[in-house]
Nanobody, 123 residues
Protein backbone atom coordinates (compact mmCIF):
# COMPACT_ATOMS: atom_id res chain seq x y z
CA UNK A 1 0.00 0.00 0.00
CA UNK A 2 1.24 3.46 -0.88
CA UNK A 3 -0.26 6.75 0.20
CA UNK A 4 0.64 10.07 -1.38
CA UNK A 5 -0.49 13.16 0.47
CA UNK A 6 -0.52 16.53 -1.25
CA UNK A 7 -2.13 19.95 -1.21
CA UNK A 8 -0.46 21.64 1.70
CA UNK A 9 0.69 25.23 1.59
CA UNK A 10 0.46 28.67 3.12
CA UNK A 11 -2.97 30.17 3.69
CA UNK A 12 -4.31 33.12 5.64
CA UNK A 13 -6.50 32.61 8.66
CA UNK A 14 -10.10 32.17 7.60
CA UNK A 15 -9.07 30.67 4.30
CA UNK A 16 -9.54 27.21 2.86
CA UNK A 17 -7.35 24.40 1.63
CA UNK A 18 -7.94 20.94 0.29
CA UNK A 19 -5.57 18.09 0.98
CA UNK A 20 -5.52 14.93 -1.09
CA UNK A 21 -4.38 11.44 -0.29
CA UNK A 22 -3.99 9.13 -3.25
CA UNK A 23 -3.93 5.47 -2.34
CA UNK A 24 -2.62 2.57 -4.38
CA UNK A 25 -1.69 -1.05 -4.05
CA UNK A 26 -4.94 -2.51 -2.81
CA UNK A 27 -8.67 -2.54 -3.22
CA UNK A 28 -9.71 -0.23 -0.42
CA UNK A 29 -13.39 -1.06 -0.12
CA UNK A 30 -12.93 -2.51 3.39
CA UNK A 31 -10.42 0.06 4.57
CA UNK A 32 -10.60 3.24 6.59
CA UNK A 33 -8.57 6.38 5.95
CA UNK A 34 -7.53 8.67 8.72
CA UNK A 35 -6.10 12.15 8.70
CA UNK A 36 -3.67 13.11 11.45
CA UNK A 37 -1.66 16.22 12.12
CA UNK A 38 1.41 17.15 14.10
CA UNK A 39 1.98 20.73 15.10
CA UNK A 40 5.45 21.96 16.09
CA UNK A 41 6.35 20.69 19.52
CA UNK A 42 3.17 18.67 19.88
CA UNK A 43 2.10 15.08 19.62
CA UNK A 44 0.51 13.84 16.44
CA UNK A 45 -3.27 13.87 16.77
CA UNK A 46 -6.26 12.41 14.97
CA UNK A 47 -8.15 14.93 12.85
CA UNK A 48 -10.79 12.82 11.17
CA UNK A 49 -11.41 9.64 9.28
CA UNK A 50 -13.63 8.02 6.71
CA UNK A 51 -14.80 4.51 6.03
CA UNK A 52 -14.25 3.78 2.39
CA UNK A 53 -17.22 1.47 1.93
CA UNK A 54 -20.02 3.85 2.92
CA UNK A 55 -18.39 7.22 3.51
CA UNK A 56 -19.01 7.28 7.25
CA UNK A 57 -16.90 10.00 8.83
CA UNK A 58 -15.83 11.13 12.27
CA UNK A 59 -13.88 14.17 13.40
CA UNK A 60 -12.09 15.54 16.39
CA UNK A 61 -14.13 18.23 18.13
CA UNK A 62 -11.72 21.03 17.25
CA UNK A 63 -12.40 20.70 13.51
CA UNK A 64 -16.09 19.77 13.48
CA UNK A 65 -18.02 22.14 11.26
CA UNK A 66 -14.84 23.36 9.57
CA UNK A 67 -13.23 20.24 8.09
CA UNK A 68 -14.88 17.66 5.86
CA UNK A 69 -13.52 14.38 4.55
CA UNK A 70 -14.70 12.94 1.27
CA UNK A 71 -13.58 10.18 -1.05
CA UNK A 72 -13.46 9.53 -4.77
CA UNK A 73 -13.65 5.79 -5.28
CA UNK A 74 -12.76 5.98 -8.95
CA UNK A 75 -9.52 7.79 -8.15
CA UNK A 76 -8.77 5.94 -4.90
CA UNK A 77 -8.35 9.34 -3.34
CA UNK A 78 -9.50 10.81 -0.05
CA UNK A 79 -9.77 14.54 0.50
CA UNK A 80 -9.59 16.71 3.57
CA UNK A 81 -11.47 19.93 2.93
CA UNK A 82 -10.41 22.55 5.44
CA UNK A 83 -12.39 25.75 5.85
CA UNK A 84 -12.20 28.66 8.31
CA UNK A 85 -8.60 27.81 8.99
CA UNK A 86 -7.00 29.04 12.18
CA UNK A 87 -3.39 29.57 13.15
CA UNK A 88 -3.66 26.56 15.45
CA UNK A 89 -4.37 24.35 12.42
CA UNK A 90 -0.77 24.83 11.36
CA UNK A 91 0.80 21.38 11.23
CA UNK A 92 2.12 18.61 9.07
CA UNK A 93 -0.88 16.60 7.96
CA UNK A 94 -0.66 12.87 7.37
CA UNK A 95 -3.03 10.36 5.88
CA UNK A 96 -3.03 6.79 7.06
CA UNK A 97 -5.01 3.67 6.35
CA UNK A 98 -5.79 0.22 7.61
CA UNK A 99 -8.24 -2.54 6.93
CA UNK A 100 -11.08 -1.96 9.35
CA UNK A 101 -14.79 -1.28 9.72
CA UNK A 102 -14.44 1.05 12.69
CA UNK A 103 -12.97 4.47 12.07
CA UNK A 104 -10.47 4.49 14.89
CA UNK A 105 -8.69 7.53 16.29
CA UNK A 106 -5.55 5.86 17.63
CA UNK A 107 -2.58 6.30 15.33
CA UNK A 108 -1.14 3.00 16.48
CA UNK A 109 -4.06 1.28 14.79
CA UNK A 110 -3.09 2.52 11.37
CA UNK A 111 -0.70 0.40 9.38
CA UNK A 112 0.16 2.46 6.31
CA UNK A 113 1.15 6.15 6.33
CA UNK A 114 1.70 8.85 3.77
CA UNK A 115 4.66 11.19 3.89
CA UNK A 116 2.89 14.26 5.27
CA UNK A 117 2.13 17.65 3.82
CA UNK A 118 2.71 20.96 5.59
CA UNK A 119 -0.14 23.38 6.20
CA UNK A 120 0.77 26.82 7.48
CA UNK A 121 -1.97 29.24 8.51
CA UNK A 122 -0.87 32.82 8.95
CA UNK A 123 -2.76 35.01 11.38
Amino acid sequence: VQLQASGGGLVQAGGSLRLSCAASGRTFSNYIMGWFRQAPGKEREFVGGIRWSDGFTRYVDSVKGRFTISRDNAKNTVYLHMNSLKAEDTAVYYCATRQSFLVTTAQTHYRYWGQGTLVTVSS
